[in-house]
């Protein structure tokens, strides 16, 4: 069983006007559980694209009001944030590659109607990452995480900075070499993201990965990552990006034979599998055919399975047990194990375990 919220998604795609009959409890049930899956604002803007809004009762309606007009003024903020950030960087000599939602936003993909933001992803050649420090930090930013393990495995084993706040707009910018930790058992080369990266249309300064390695990142992001308190956001970002380049030339066949090529054949297997299973997105069969090429072990994949219907699933919907928060235990030991080697891993989660206050290292 999906979680309601995916539920809803999906049922919006294929039969949105049965939406209008949900009464008055069940659109506070559903208010509530896109809230707290970061989803309001989408669907928001999906029953606005599909011309449903104005049609929704007078209180829910507020509601989706509200979180459009949050979401319109997010993407704004990061329209300007990244033009400071480019404006920064001007003398580093390098083009900013956009990640993730502001990706989205600076390349105006439908995916990005109704995201909302925390930070600012960019990625960088590993060999500027000084030059972009000290730029970014003479233009107001500041290093987060002082602790000085924080500092080091960020530093010595990560895939980015550790986070970097502005000092005034309190805004956040993520600085990747990678897309995945310099420990991690698959290591996918930046140079061929930022070789194959695209120019945003009317901005020369800013790129953004291309569409296939756009998904790849998406896929790899939700089911190499430890943290699952955007899971559903980040399977609807996937769903959006797959439904959006689906229908270009070529993009199904060149889908697999990059995610084969930069070492993601199992995120992306995941990545189609969960997209489907929760937003019945439309993958080709031959498509899901080839990508099986990445799948693990039949045992492993029924563990996947049950793993990840429990864990992203909101804490309502986990009915008072105890599975929901094994299972995202589980995923996050998993995460960590994909990560670092084992004796890395049993320090690291060593000096977590022991810590007073957690961090979001």
């Not at 590659?97 to 600012?120: H, I, T």
Request: aromatic share 6%.
């Amino acid at each position: 069983m999906r979680p309601h919220i995916a539920d809803l998604m999906a049922t919006l795609r294929s039969t949105p006007q049965s939406l209008l009959a949900f009464t008055p409890a069940r659109w506070e049930a559903t208010i509530h559980a896109a809230r707290r899956a970061n989803l309001l604002s989408r669907l928001a803007a999906d029953l606005d694209d599909a011309g449903l809004l104005a049609q929704v009762p007078g209180a829910p309606r507020a509601h989706l009001d509200a979180a459009l007009i949050v979401a319109r003024a997010q993407r704004e903020a990061v329209l300007r944030e990244v033009a400071l950030i480019c404006a920064a960087l001007a003398g580093v000599g390098i083009d900013v590659v956009l990640l993730k939602g502001a990706a989205y936003v600076l390349a105006d993909l439908p995916v990005a109607r109704g995201r909302v933001f925390s930070d600012v992803d960019i990625l960088v050649p590993g060999e500027t990452l000084a030059a972009v420090e000290a730029a970014l930090m003479l233009h107001g930013w500041s290093t987060t995480h002082h602790d000085a393990y924080d500092q080091r495995y960020y530093r010595q084993w990560m895939h980015e900075l550790p986070p970097l706040r502005h000092n005034v707009r309190s805004t956040v910018v993520d600085v990747h070499h990678a897309i995945l930790p310099l420990t991690a058992r698959v290591k996918p080369p930046s140079a061929k993201l930022l070789a194959a990266a695209r120019p945003v249309e009317g901005d020369a300064r800013v790129r953004v990965l291309c569409p296939v390695d756009m998904v790849l990142h998406s896929a790899t992001h939700l089911f190499q990552n430890e943290e699952l308190t955007q899971g559903l956001r980040d399977i609807a970002d996937l769903d959006g990006l797959l439904r959006h380049f689906g229908p270009q030339a070529g993009f199904w066949d060149e889908l697999p034979r990059r995610a084969a090529e930069l070492g993601l054949a199992r995120p992306l297997y995941y990545g189609l599998r969960f997209a489907s299973r929760f937003m019945d997105t439309p993958v080709p069969a031959d498509v899901l055919r080839v990508a099986a090429s990445g799948r693990p072990p039949r045992l492993v994949r029924a563990l996947m399975d049950v793993l990840y219907d429990r864990a992203l699933r909101l804490d309502e919907e986990a009915a008072a047990g105890w599975l929901s928060p094994l299972a995202r235990r589980m995923l996050y030991v998993r995460a960590h194990w994909l990560r670092m080697p084992p004796t890395l891993l049993a320090r690291h989660l060593s000096v977590k375990a022991f810590r007073r206050q957690p961090d979001p290292a």
